[in-house]
């Protein structure tokens, strides 16, 4: 038995990317305007924002909690880059302040949550609705036009041939891979989500993990909004609302759960270009864009009574396991 | 052994939680190689004091030497550093991470410069430990994919990863089998050769003899005394426990049984099969076995719990079809499970929700609960059964395992239950509390009701039981009369040395 597992830790794919596979070949099948070369530089680029948002939600859902507020710190994130940018206060100052944005709600949040243990449901669905406000009070609920090329260039510009946005999600991703499975503050992550209690007692500081975690949470959300408004050169204070529910989405679809302690970011990977596939893929397909969100709201439900039925399957497969051992 | 040296000394420990004294300024000590047994009921500061000594809770009073210094431990990981390792009396492993995850979590070895975690040398290490206790695991494997026993090993494995002086043990056998607790004796030994001392804490009277060096004894959260394991009375010690002395642990009035309440045919579920049983009213009949028999199984698929693969069953005379909780409670079982608290309870409510919590369909025909008939119901149960309570609007939770065991009953009392199932009955329930919850079954017996219970007590089921099946592997291997019942007999069968399987 051991030696299985040692082989399955190897290879231990995500179910998303069966999604992924699935997906790519339905709709080249489907539709001979899905496999493009712009097509999928489409996909890959409109996969990106959304995916290093989803870093800091997997981190959350990872200790089994959840934060509302990505969506919110998207829209201000982005608003406050405008606006430092029309103000000629330079791309520097712009970047900086936006980032701190997102650090302030993270902070906000992990002491709420984490310091003095308020619900995170209803904390971070309160830091959700401040930022949201704040976004429209700052934007005067008007959308800011970014005239700044060089701030534009984030989002659209090229590298060699490729949007320079994927190679800064690739690297994020790539950072964060590392940290959620080779360093101390990843274990504790872990530690944290599968077992509070066992975490504590292995003398792990909790409430300073969990604080970190929210402050990620906050750091990636307002890199998100800073590239999403870079990508559209102008800063809607509406920009990011439906980002928290996608974000949740891809990590759930990902397959990391809300029991804590099991998945990661490969998985968020997979769920953020599943989501973005099938996106695509209806569009082109000729789906408007308003089916989108019940769409995905229905992948969800699949996912969840495959998930169930897999594990019945397994459990009844363990019992009998056990019985056959014991003959 | 006198001559040894102090490894930890506690003098005037006091510690207050909201509403309660938990420890009363308790002078406790430990010398260097012992095994020192603490001994006292549920609540009287056992855990409490080892939680102290672990870095866990903070003391509010009184002074703590440890290896000849003057400690004052704030947190869990400055008592590590210190050499004091606990293991808790609820595992705590992280399920989907593996045993080398486990070991060492929260101290995870790092490769030089970039803060990256070393797997390869958690891995190396972990095999010498596991080897190190006679164990065949590989430290690669997820740990929810372990027997319970096999988790337990791995608790001790990650205390001893570091490197320890003193380990606490807050009863390690409660969930293992007579050959596993025989091998943590062995690991015990060893380490007590090795200079390690250890403060045991545990209800089974029979360990303490065999393991312990000293004994002290807590009450109501001051010290007792301090004997000698070897020389001490065992009546003695129990009387200073409970502060009184308990006449007759086992009261049983064998009734001349009556019409079936239980029938099973060659009753076969995923983990049991060809299991034909049967239990009358004013029946105790206990299935016993080693863990892992499948006693649990066929408790949980009589309940409608786990399916059911072949054969049938009976529920008084009735034959039943597609079984589910829902309609084995209406024909009149219970099932009283072995984890009280997540299956039996809701920890939560106070103890009046809990006792009417299953009988609100026969309580409020119309569907509107009334306080009144609420309120009267669980006076009525507080009083028959004796719920040691303030009020009955106290929650569950905060109960004793011996009180909160008596509410699970009052709960099905409610619904006029005639068949009861106890998975382990006296689980975590300390000795004054067993004598009671033996009465309390006796009444229940003696109303004429038919009880089967799973006890992987011994002495339970030899006292209490009017008949027993042996199960074996899966199977019955064995129908034992009051008078056939012993020990011996029970163990032959169980591991089938001897005995002859008629199977």
């Known amino acids: 038995m051991g030696k299985k597992l040692e082989f399955l830790r190897g290879i231990n794919i995500p179910g998303a990317t069966y999604g992924v596979i699935v997906l790519l070949i339905l709709f080249s099948l489907i539709t001979n305007k899905f496999l493009t070369l712009a097509n999928i530089f ?29 969506g919110s710190v998207m829209s201000l994130s982005g608003v406050i880059a405008a606006l430092c940018l029309q103000n000629g206060m330079g791309i520097p100052i712009a970047i900086l302040l936006g980032i701190a944005s997102g650090i302030v709600f993270g902070i906000i949040n992990g002491i709420m949550v984490a310091v003095y243990k308020f619900d995170y449901w209803i904390s971070t669905f309160a830091t959700m609705g401040v930022g949201a406000g704040l976004a429209l009070v700052f934007a005067n609920g008007e959308t800011i036009p970014i005239a700044d090329e060089a701030f534009g260039w984030l989002g659209n510009g090229k590298l060699f041939g490729i949007y320079v946005i994927i190679y800064i999600t690739i690297i994020l991703v790539a950072i964060m891979m590392f940290v959620l499975g080779k360093t101390k503050f990843g274990y504790n992550i872990y530690s944290i989500g599968g077992s509070e209690q066992t975490a504590l007692l292995s003398g792990i500081d909790v409430v300073k993990n969990r604080v ?116 | 052994m006198a001559g040894r040296d102090k490894l930890l000394d506690m003098k005037g420990i006091t510690k207050r939680f909201p509403g309660t004294l938990a420890l009363d300024s308790v002078d406790f000590e430990v010398r260097e190689g012992e095994v020192h047994v603490l001994l006292g009921e549920n609540g009287a500061g056992k855990s409490t004091l080892v939680k102290i000594i672990a870095g866990v809770y903070n003391r509010d009073e009184g002074e703590m030497y440890f290896d000849g210094k003057k400690v004052d431990f704030r947190n869990v990981r400055e008592a590590q550093d210190a050499g004091i390792n606990i293991i808790h009396q609820e595992l705590n492993l992280l399920p989907e991470r593996t045993i080398a995850q486990n070991i060492f979590v929260g101290r995870e070895p790092m490769q030089k410069g970039l803060g990256r975690i070393d797997y390869k040398k958690m891995l190396r290490d972990s095999e010498e430990l596991l080897k190190r206790l006679g164990l065949d695991m590989n430290p690669n494997t997820l740990v929810k994919n372990l027997s319970i026993a096999q988790q337990q090993m791995v608790e001790v494995a990650k205390a001893l990863s570091n490197d320890i002086k003193l380990l606490i043990m807050d009863e390690p056998t409660s969930s293992l089998t007579k050959r596993e607790i025989d091998k943590l004796f062995g690991i015990i030994e060893n380490l007590k050769k090795s200079g390690i001392s250890i403060i045991y804490i545990s209800h089974r009277m029979d360990e303490i003899k065999r393991i312990g060096d000293r004994v002290t004894i807590l009450r ?38 009556g019409r079936e309440v239980l029938r099973t045919e060659k009753l076969t579920g995923l983990r049991f099969r060809n299991v034909s049983i049967n239990v009358r009213e004013g029946e ?72 009417i919590a299953a009988s609100l369909n026969k309580l409020f025909k119309n569907g509107i609960v009334q306080n009144n008939t609420a309120t009267d119901t669980a006076e009525k149960y507080k009083k028959e059964l004796k719920i040691a309570t303030p009020n009955i609007y106290k929650l569950v939770g905060e109960l004793s395992g011996g009180n909160q065991q008596k509410v699970v009953v009052g709960k099905w009392l409610s619904t006029d239950c005639k068949f009861f199932i106890f998975d382990e009955p006296t689980r975590g329930i300390d000795v004054g509390a067993k004598a009671e919850i033996y009465q309390l079954l006796d009444d229940l017996a003696a109303n004429g009701a038919g009880i089967l219970m799973i006890s992987s007590e011994m002495n339970e089921v030899i006292n209490l039981s009017d008949r027993v099946y042996v199960m074996r592997e899966g199977e019955v291997v064995k129908e034992l009369d009051r008078s056939e019942v012993s020990q011996e007999a029970i163990l032959a069968y169980a591991l089938a040395e001897g005995g002859s399987s008629n199977g």
Request: aromatic share 8%; proline share 3%.
């Open chain 2, 284 to 355: 105790i009949v206990s299935l016993a076995g080693l863990v892992g028999a499948g006693r649990t199984e066929v408790a949980k698929a009589l309940f409608g719990y786990d399916p059911i693969e072949g054969g049938e069953y009976y529920l008084f005379g009735k034959k039943v079809k597609n079984p589910s909780p829902k309609k084995c409670v209406r024909m009149g079982m219970a099932l009283l499970p072995e984890d009280r608290k997540n299956e039996g309870l809701f920890l939560k409510m106070p103890i009046r929700d809990n006792i």
């Open chain 1, 42 to 70: 489409f996909i890959a680029r409109s996969s990106s924002i959304l995916l290093i948002a989803s870093i800091g939600m997997t981190m959350v859902i990872l200790v089994s909690q959840i934060d509302l507020s990505v």
């Open chain 1, 212 to 327: 970190y975690v929210y402050i990620c949470s906050g750091l990636f959300a307002s890199m998100a909004g800073l590239l999403l408004a870079s990508m559209c050169n102008s800063a809607s204070p509406i920009a990011g609302a439906d980002y928290s529910f996608d974000a949740i989405a891809a990590v759930i679809i990902g397959g990391t759960s809300f029991d804590g302690g099991k998945g990661g970011l490969l998985g968020t990977v997979m769920g953020t270009l599943m989501l973005r596939i099938l996106t695509s893929g209806l569009n082109l397909m000729g789906f408007s864009a308003i089916w989108q969100k019940a769409i995905i709201g229905v992948v969800i439900v699949a996912i969840l009574v495959g998930d169930a039925l897999n594990e019945k399957r397994k459990k009844k497969n363990d019992m009998r396991r056990t019985y056959a051992y014991e003959n």
């Open chain 2, 220 to 257: 109501d959260g001051q010290y007792i005394d301090t004997l000698d394991a070897k020389t001490m009375d065992m009546d003695e010690a129990i009387a200073k426990m409970v502060g009184r002395k308990i006449t007759k642990l086992y009261n049983r009035r064998y009734n001349k049984p």
